[in-house]
């Protein structure tokens, strides 16, 4: 090959690495801690919602969302008590522009694939135009699914609170979902909260 190919070729890389990164990372705007329904009437308003608009959800709100499920509030430590705080337990927001691991410490998405798993994941049709779906993941057996209830939980009630609809679904195919994202062995699916807003 000569020199003047294998220069195009070298350019050519570094040109695509440099897009491929350029996608990779999402920042959110910092969540808003404050303010929201009294805690009380929050518990009272939560319930489950399958009748979603096709209303967009703002970076704010994602923001507040992953905050609630997942932040970090307390020295290093969460907004959801996990055991010995070992924190076991990831936070994925699937949406049309692909599928983000949550980094709460730099409270930003990163971008795990390209593919919008909604579709793959919905054996019920909401969740394919609902605006997000999170999808909760760990690799303790036993504790993890614990944290994600406690996620989820908060996730319910933030949702009462900003009159947002929300869902919890156990009702999918975790193994797919687990090869599209390419998980490791030992991390797996444990449930999925598909959000958006109440069609009036
Ligand atoms: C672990 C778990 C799995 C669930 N899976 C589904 C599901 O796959 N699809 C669905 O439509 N609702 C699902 N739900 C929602 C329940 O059906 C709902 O919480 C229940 O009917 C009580 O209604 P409420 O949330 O309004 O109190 C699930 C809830 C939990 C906690």
């Not at 999402?26 to 329904?37: C, D, H, I, N, V």
């Not at 929050?42 to 096709?54: E, G, H, Q, Y």
């Not at 970076?59 to 905050?67: F, H, V």
């Not at 307390?74 to 980094?103: C, E, F, M």
Request: net charge positive; hydrophobic share 40%; charged share 20%.
């Amino acid at each position: 090959m000569n020199k003047k190919i294998l220069g195009v070729l070298a350019l050519s890389f570094m040109f695509n690495h440099t897009l491929a990164h350029a996608a990779e990372v999402q920042q959110l705007p910092a969540s808003k801690l404050s303010g929201g329904q009294p805690l009380m009437e929050a518990i009272l308003n939560r319930k489950t919602i399958r009748d979603f608009s096709d209303q967009a959800i703002d970076n704010q709100t994602l923001s507040d969302i992953l905050w609630s499920a997942w932040g970090i509030s307390h020295g290093n430590k969460r907004t959801i008590p996990t055991s010995q705080n070992k924190q076991n337990l990831k936070v994925y927001v699937t949406k049309a522009d692909g599928t983000w691991l949550y980094n709460a410490a730099d409270n930003r998405l990163e971008q795990v694939s390209t593919q919008d798993l909604r579709a793959l994941m919905a054996k019920q049709d909401f969740v394919k135009t609902a605006p997000i779906t999170l999808i909760f993941t760990g690799t303790d057996a036993k504790n993890s699914p614990m944290h994600a209830g406690s996620a989820y939980q908060n996730v319910g009630l933030y949702c009462a609170s900003k009159g947002l609809g929300n869902v919890v679904r156990g009702y999918l195919d975790r193994e797919a979902v687990e090869k599209a994202l390419n998980l490791p062995a030992e991390e797996k699916v444990i449930i999925t909260q598909t959000i958006g807003w109440p069609k009036k």
